[in-house]
């Protein structure tokens, strides 16, 4: 499964002060998840871990500041469980319908844009529900080996650890 991460045009960078065009042509919100320190979105309940599912709404995330790290599990892709490390020169990470998603941070915690495209049925009371992994297939996906996804030497890598396939990628 390969994921897509839609690039920032970026104007000017020094130092101390980065200034960067975010917009994204297909997307019809704009909604900002900060955790001030560290933090797990949805946060788990007890021993459970919770997740995001929309059925209306594809994101395409983006690190404003910090880093985040998003687990996807998706049963219906050849790959289901992908762990993305994710920061701000990897671009906005989509994350399509139908995929289990979510995202922690560290003790310094981080800024995320989500540019969201959302459809005709949209409900914000259905949509944003923590749902668990509550299906053998969930479970399953959860517990395959996940394919890794970072940032290093200017370049989107992604790495798969089964032993059969034991190489890194550079995606661009
Ligand atoms: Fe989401």
Redesign the pocket.
Known sequence: MNLRFLPITIFRETPKVTFFDAGLDSSNGCDVVIHSEEAISPPNEFNDEQY?L?NH?T?Y?LVVTGKRTFILINPSWDEPHHEIFLNRSMGALE?PIGTY?RSISGEEGSVVL?Q?KRDAFFDPAKE?IPQKLDRKNLVKARKSQPVYWFYENNQIKRVCLNPLENKVKAIS
């Open positions: 995001y929309h709404q994101d995330n994350i998603h989500n969201p944003f």
